[in-house]
């Protein structure tokens, strides 16, 4: 049997059971959170190009997944405002880093703050899993911008998208 601190893969799957008949919690199809036995799949990101990006981004999941598991076990609730994550999401899409998110009290910060401010939160969650490496690895390809981001300065660069492909591809 699978453990988890004093719970069992059994504990976990029954907590579970009542949201085994939903596909899909959220509206976006990319967005996904699929039920198994003892395992939870979250499919969230989009495939990278690097295996130490990808392995860095499920470190950065697996401390949300504690940081937020930890909080539910201890009472808070979070209430999700899909208006505004919806807004942050095309936000997103449309200016990748570049972005301006509508932030706490409806202040707007930049990507890169948000990034920041999500990192500290949990930092702690990383470190007792031993996997604060990947959130510094996080930090840096925000800092950097990742594969989308060099695809679309070479494609501004060039006006040529082979070029473009090519250059993903190195």
Same mark, same amino acid.
């Given at each position: 049997?699978?453990k988890?601190?004093?719970?069992?893969?059994?504990f976990?799957?029954?907590?579970?059971?009542?949201?085994s008949?939903i596909p &899909?919690?959220?509206?976006?199809p990319?967005?996904?959170i699929e039920?198994?036995? =003892?395992?939870? $799949?979250?499919?969230?990101? !989009?495939?990278?190009?690097?295996? %130490?990006?990808?392995?860095?981004? /499920?470190?950065?999941?697996?401390?949300?997944?504690?940081?937020?598991?930890? *909080?539910? !076990?201890?009472? /808070?609730?979070?209430?999700?405002?899909? &208006?505004?994550? $919806?807004?942050?999401?095309?936000? *997103?899409?449309?200016?990748? &880093? =570049?972005?301006?998110? %509508?932030?706490p009290?409806?202040?707007?910060?930049?990507a890169? $703050?948000?990034?920041?401010?999500?990192?500290a939160?949990?930092?702690g969650?990383?470190?007792? &899993?031993? =996997?604060?490496? *990947?959130?510094?690895? %996080?930090?840096?390809?925000?800092?950097?911008g990742?594969?989308?981001?060099?695809?679309?300065?070479? @494609? @501004?660069?060039? !006006?040529?998208?082979? %070029?473009a492909?090519?250059?993903?591809?190195?």
């Amino acid at each position: 049997d699978i453990k988890h601190g004093d719970r069992s893969a059994k504990f976990f799957s029954e907590r579970l059971e009542p949201y085994s008949s939903i596909p &899909m919690l959220f509206p976006d199809p990319s967005h996904t959170i699929e039920f198994s036995g =003892s395992s939870i $799949e979250i499919r969230l990101l !989009d495939a990278q190009p690097s295996v %130490v990006d990808t392995v860095a981004l /499920a470190g950065l999941v697996q401390a949300l997944v504690r940081h937020h598991g930890t *909080a539910w !076990d201890s009472g /808070a609730r979070a209430h999700a405002q899909r &208006m505004i994550a $919806e807004e942050n999401r095309w936000q *997103a899409v449309r200016h990748g &880093m =570049s972005a301006y998110f %509508v932030g706490p009290e409806g202040m707007p910060v930049t990507a890169c $703050e948000a990034v920041d401010e999500l990192l500290a939160r949990v930092a702690g969650d990383a470190a007792a &899993m031993g =996997s604060g490496w *990947a959130l510094a690895h %996080v930090r840096g390809l925000a800092e950097r911008g990742g594969p989308a981001s060099g695809l679309r300065d070479t @494609l @501004l660069r060039t !006006d040529d998208w082979d %070029v473009a492909r090519l250059q993903a591809l190195a």
